[in-house]
């Protein structure tokens, strides 16, 4: 069953450091996309990152990347030079080829303290 | 560029009563997605329509639930006889033709009374 595990309830991080926070999820589809969103307190979610799984790159996105590696089954959302504006849960999303609904996982609260 | 909009942005019923929900899709946007978050929690696919179809309704509570998106206008999560449980934020997002990436809207927090 697809699925997708986020670790980490809560990171914390000095602004202007990088910060990566940890993704893994199972699916037997070969063909999936790997999302990430980040939720601030305000509530609305902010679509930050797309992976294929049959891109050959990591994908970027200004300061984030996604550290993506297949055989481990793993998508970490690496955000660099962090802001004080990063605060915020971020969230980990699965879909696979066949079916158009997201699977998210529980999230990761980032702080980012001055 | 307007975004997906959702309204009423916060939405107080008291048990029993019914709940109403809109959405409007990103302009071009011929998909659109509904997921409910629990409070603390991820958020939880509840159903994928097309103008006029209901796609994939895997999500939906059995009861009391139903959705539409019609051929004008936004569409619309009605919950019947609301209870206590159903308090949570509900999220409505978009998609393009290509459905690669969904654009979510700002949310509507039900709170049940």
């Known amino acids: 069953a697809q699925k997708i595990t986020q670790t980490q309830p809560g990171m914390f991080v000095q602004e202007k450091e990088a910060v990566t926070l940890d993704c893994t999820y199972d699916?037997?589809?070969?063909?999936?996309?790997l999302f990430w969103y980040k939720q601030p307190s305000s509530g609305e979610m902010i679509f930050l990152i797309y992976?294929?799984?049959?891109?050959?790159q990591n994908a970027t996105e200004g300061r984030y990347s996604l550290n993506f590696q297949k055989a481990r089954k793993s998508a970490n959302l690496v955000i660099s030079a962090s802001q004080l504006g990063d605060s915020a849960m971020y969230f980990c999303?699965?879909?696979?080829?066949?079916?158009?609904?997201?699977?998210f996982g529980t999230g990761t609260r980032l702080q980012v303290f001055p | 560029n307007a975004g997906v909009m959702q309204n009423p942005r916060h939405l107080v019923r008291r048990r029993g009563q019914e709940a109403r929900l809109r959405c409007s899709p990103v302009?071009?946007?011929?998909?659109v997605y509904w997921y409910r978050q629990l409070p603390e929690e991820g958020l939880k696919f509840m159903v994928y329509?097309?103008?006029?179809?209901?796609?994939?309704e895997s999500g939906m509570p059995k009861e009391r639930f139903s959705a539409e998106f019609p051929k004008e206008g936004p569409s619309i999560l009605r919950i019947q006889q609301v209870v206590r449980g159903d308090s949570a934020a509900y999220f409505c997002?978009?998609?393009?033709?290509?459905?690669?990436?969904?654009?979510f809207g700002p949310g509507t927090r039900l709170l049940v009374l």
């Open positions: 997002a978009s998609s393009p033709p290509s459905r690669q990436t969904q654009y």
């Open positions: 699916t037997s589809d070969p063909s999936y996309g």
């Open positions: 992976q294929g799984s049959y891109d050959q």
């Open positions: 999303a699965m879909r696979e080829r066949n079916t158009d609904k997201l699977i």
């Open positions: 302009k071009g946007h011929s998909h």
């Open positions: 329509l097309q103008k006029e179809n209901i796609i994939d």
